[in-house]
C-alpha cells in the first residue's frame, strides 16, 4: 500500500485558527496531488463525516477520513499544524492529522487496512514523537513504512 503516500502529501506548519482549516489544507494537498477530483466536494464528504462523530483519536491526533466518490485513488495525507487545534466539542486538540481518503468502491477492505495500518502504531508515544519531530523526508519514510504492512 506505499502509493498511497506521496512526498507532496505530507504538510508541516499548518496555520489554521480551526478544524476546517486544517482539514481544506489537507483536502487541497489531497486535489494537488491528483488523488480526488474535487476540492470542495471532497470538502463536503469530510466534514459530514466529521458530524457523524470527530475523528479525535487521543494522543493529540486527528484521523478524518472521507470515503467518496470523489477520491480518484486511495491516498493518505499527513499534516502537522503549528499551534494545537480545537478538534471535538470537549475541546481536544490535535497538532497532527493523517486524513484517509478512498474510493467508495473500496470503502470496506482498502480503508479497514489503513485503519489498521495506522492504529497499531499510533498507541506508541515513539512513533507519534517520532511525527512530530521528523523531517519530511524521514516522516515520508515511517508513514510508507506503516503502509505497506
Known amino acids: 500500500m506505499s502509493k498511497l503516500l506521496s512526498e507532496n502529501c ?23 496531488a491528483g488523488k480526488i477530483t474535487d476540492v470542495n466536494e471532497f470538502f463536503e464528504d469530510v466534514l459530514a463525516r466529521e458530524a457523524i ?16 466518490d470523489h477520491v480518484l485513488e486511495a ?5 502537522r499544524t503549528k499551534n494545537p487545534v480545537a478538534w471535538t466539542e470537549d475541546g481536544e486538540t490535535v497538532d497532527l492529522v493523517i486524513m484517509i481518503a478512498v474510493p467508495l468502491s473500496e470503502a470496506g477492505n482498502t ?9 497499531r502504531k499510533l498507541m506508541h508515544e515513539e512513533f507519534r514523537e517520532s511525527l512530530r519531530n521528523s523531517s519530511k523526508e524521514q516522516v515520508f519514510a515511517i508513514l510508507t513504512e506503516v503502509l505497506e504492512g
Open 111 to 119: 480503508h479497514m487496512k489503513i485503519l489498521a495500518s495506522l492504529s
Open 10 to 32: 505530507i504538510v508541516f506548519d499548518i496555520d489554521a485558527a480551526e478544524k476546517q482549516d486544517v482539514l481544506m489544507a489537507l483536502v487541497k494537498e489531497l486535489h494537488a
Open 53 to 68: 462523530a470527530p475523528t479525535y483519536v487521543g494522543f493529540d491526533m486527528g484521523l478524518p477520513h472521507g470515503k467518496t
Open 75 to 79: 491516498s493518505v495525507c499527513f499534516g
